[in-house]
T-cell receptor, first 113, second 113 residues
Framework: NAGVTQTPKFRVLKTGQSMTLLCAQD?????MYWYRQDPGMGLRLIHY???????AKGEVPDGYNVSRLKKQNFLLGLESAAPSQTSVYFC????????????FGPGTRLTVL | QQQVKQSPQSLIVQKGGISIINCAYE??????FPWYQQFPGKGPALLIA?????SEKKEGRFTISFNKSAKQFSLHIMDSQPGDSATYFC????????????FGKGTMLLVSP
């Protein structure tokens, strides 16, 4: 039982390049989330999904797109990376959104030059 | 608008001492208050959570105190140990619809030996 996994663990991009971060969970959770963590800013929600085929915007969605084609996977895309997107990205999943425990992945450290 | 304010930003406590981290919220409709613990290089993990129908919840050395009228809640770590050195995040959410967690900005705790 791997829980929540994220690939890649590290990535360096040049401004304007694109990439996709993959999150996978094996707990059959309905809800999945993408956060970014920056020093002194805590965890900020980018996008989330309440089920296969659904996505919704979080607090800081600009510059990111997401897709949830399969229940176990949640993809975060950067179409044209900017230095402001340098951050650590965490994926999380939960069984529900009410009184729920969110299980986090190990994170992806992204640097945009 | 920051809905959950966390203090202090950082905290140094001697081994065996009590660590106290405070959070204040603005939305009176919040009704679920978890604390997450994050070790360096890892994703956050749920530590303890409380609902507003109780004023205190204790799990081992960790206690949440909740003051509904003041819209404040705090984490107390008794007999703090070097292994407790981590970043702690408070959070809050609504128990309705597709409510998501709103996190505080985090407190970096260092327990000195």
């Amino acid at each position: 039982n791997a829980g929540v996994t994220q690939t890649p663990k590290f990535r360096v991009l040049k401004t304007g390049q694109s990439m996709t971060l993959l999150c996978a969970q094996d707990m059959n959770h309905e809800y999945m989330y993408w956060y970014r963590q920056d020093p002194g800013m805590g965890l900020r929600l980018i996008h989330y999904s309440v089920g296969e085929g659904t996505t919704a915007k979080g607090e800081v969605p600009d510059g990111y797109n997401v897709s949830r084609l399969k229940k176990q996977n949640f993809l975060l895309g950067l179409e044209s990376a900017a230095p402001s997107q340098t951050s650590v990205y965490f994926c999380a999943s939960s069984y529900s959104v009410s009184y729920n425990e969110q299980f986090f992945g190990p994170g992806t450290r992204l640097t945009v030059l | 608008q920051q809905q959950v304010k966390q203090s202090p930003q950082s905290l140094i406590v001697q081994k065996g001492g009590i660590s106290i981290i405070n959070c204040a919220y603005e939305n009176t409709a919040f009704d679920y208050f978890p604390w997450y613990q994050q070790f360096p290089g890892k994703g956050p993990a749920l530590l303890i959570a409380i609902r507003p129908d109780v004023s205190e919840k204790k799990e081992g050395r960790f206690t949440i105190s909740f003051n509904k009228s003041a819209k404040q809640f705090s984490l107390h770590i008794m007999d703090s140990q070097p292994g407790d050195s981590a970043t702690y995040f408070c959070a809050a959410s609504l128990n309705s619809g597709y409510s998501t967690l709103t996190f505080g900005k985090g407190t970096m705790l260092l327990v000195s030996p």
